[in-house]
């Protein structure tokens, strides 16, 4: 299973970037897809997740209303949209994915949100 994160950078405040997740190695289409973030100094968090087949979303509070996940089976790839960034955005955020045999990491993609 490989798990490869990139669109990670550096922004400014109310900017957004579209994070995307390819993945290989497993039946793409039968999971569910998972981001998660980890800023300096904190605990890993998970930010937001979509089914299997993208009909049910699940997203974190802070930020409900200016992230989206979304996920094309066809391309085997998940996607994070993110809308009007804030520097307590700023984070390595990770795709993830748990499957019946082990859960998997990407290696990460750096968002950093300043003026």
């Known amino acids: 299973v490989q798990l490869v994160e990139s669109g990670g950078g550096l922004v400014q405040p109310g900017g957004s970037l579209r994070l995307s997740c390819v993945a290989s190695?497993?039946?793409?289409?039968?999971?569910?897809m998972s981001w998660f973030r980890q800023a300096p100094g904190k605990e890993r968090e998970l930010v937001a997740s979509?089914?299997?087949?993208?009909?049910?979303?699940y997203y974190a509070d802070s930020v409900k209303g200016r992230f989206t996940i979304s996920r094309d089976n066809a391309k085997n790839t998940v996607y994070l949209q993110m809308n009007s960034l804030q520097p307590e955005d700023t984070a390595v955020y990770y795709c993830?994915?748990?499957?019946?045999?082990?859960?998997?990491w990407g290696q990460g993609t750096q968002v950093t949100v300043s003026p």
């Open positions: 993830y994915v748990w499957a019946p045999w082990g859960d998997y």
């Open positions: 190695g497993f039946t793409f289409s039968s999971y569910a």
């Open positions: 979509i089914t299997s087949a993208g009909g049910s979303r």
